[in-house]
């Protein structure tokens, strides 16, 4: 039995077969549309999600499955004082796989030690989210058609911006990859990215201020948003939480075929007169965040079709 915590749980090999899995899952639904039949997902999410909640249910249902779960702390036992590892043990009852977003920083991880069922991280505080990251590189694949030879602008909060950390760590096994980190001082990358990933990796790596003079040597341009809930007073948040807006007149800056990504939600980092821009890939990446679920769920329950194995 295998879990996903954390994007390199997953080797290079592995990663390419589940985005192959995900292209095809999006050319023939039907072939996929009964494959999970009688199993259950468990969606258990301890902290506030749109995306990653009801694509992952989207992605059991689409399989032919079905979804039991909550939502939030307060509707499940948590707010009793129940521990992560004996809720693992009770859903581990009623489910065959199970997705955790949970607001501190490993409890995937715990959870794992004592689930009989795959558990997959949807996020873990501000440290990883790795089915955001099998997101971002099937639309970067599938959209640039490579994830060799990119350089990326990743903006905004990047402290404590999970989907970046987790970037980050599973570009870094891709070759002549170039990391542009864009952020003000105080949202700066954190040093366990920055040290133990990018200068002991030997990356080409710089870390800048200024959105409109990174922009012109970029390939993809990934935006996010300040966390507001991870700060720890309002004032600073304020004061940070307009520092990037991408608009059509930083859009002059970019190359005619740079790709902009976003996790979202989108607060104001991306103003919506670029949604109309062709290099706008935000929304199409919410789509493939549902192929590539359905092609993770299937892979963790050994249900991928012999011809795709
Ligand atoms: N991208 C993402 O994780 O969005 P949600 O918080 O809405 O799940």
């Known amino acids: 039995m295998r879990h996903l915590l954390n994007p390199l749980d997953f080797s290079v090999e592995e990663i390419s077969n589940l985005l192959d899995l995900a292209n095809d899952i999006e050319r023939n639904p039907d072939k996929y549309s009964k494959l999970c039949e009688g199993k ?25 499955g079905s979804v039991i779960g909550f939502s939030s702390a307060s509707s499940s036992s948590a707010a009793k004082g129940e521990s992560v590892s004996d809720t693992i043990r009770m859903i581990s009852c009623y489910a065959d796989i199970c997705a955790m977003r949970h607001p501190k920083e490993g409890a995937p991880m715990v959870a794992s030690l004592k689930s009989s069922i795959p558990v997959i991280n949807a996020g873990d505080g501000g440290h990883q989210h ?70 002991k990796g030997g990356f080409d790596f710089e870390e800048v201020t200024d959105l409109e003079v990174a922009m012109p040597q970029l390939d993809v341009l990934y935006m996010t948003r300040v966390q507001r809930e991870r700060f720890f007073n309002e004032e600073d ?21 740079m790709l ?50």
Do not use: W
């Not at 258990?44 to 999600?49: A, G, H, K, M, T």
């Not at 994830?147 to 570009?171: E, M, P």
């Not at 948040?237 to 005619?256: T, V």
């Not at 902009?260 to 949604?275: A, G, M, W, Y």
């Open 40 to 64: 259950k997902l468990a969606s258990l999410f301890y902290e506030p999600s749109t995306r990653t909640r009801l694509s992952f249910e989207a992605a059991m249902i689409n399989l032919g």
């Open 130 to 199: 790795p089915t955001q990251t099998l997101t971002d590189l099937l639309t970067i694949r599938s959209l640039k058609g490579r994830l060799d030879n990119i350089t990326i602008g990743l903006c905004g909060d990047l402290k404590f911006g999970r989907t970046v950390h987790s970037l980050i760590n599973a570009l870094a096994r891709y070759k002549n990859i170039k990391f542009v980190l864009i952020s003000p001082a105080e949202l700066r990358i954190p040093s366990y990215i920055r040290e133990d990933v990018l200068e």
């Open 237 to 257: 948040y304020i004061r940070m939480k307009d520092c990037y807006i991408l608009d059509n007149e930083k859009m002059k800056f970019a190359k005619d075929d």
């Open 260 to 309: 902009v990504l976003h996790p979202l939600p989108r607060v104001n980092e991306i103003s919506v007169e670029v949604d109309d821009d062709p290099r706008a890939g935000y929304f199409k990446q919410v789509q493939y965040g549902v192929y590539v679920r359905m092609a993770l769920i299937l892979t963790l329950l050994n249900l991928v079709p012999e011809d795709m194995k």
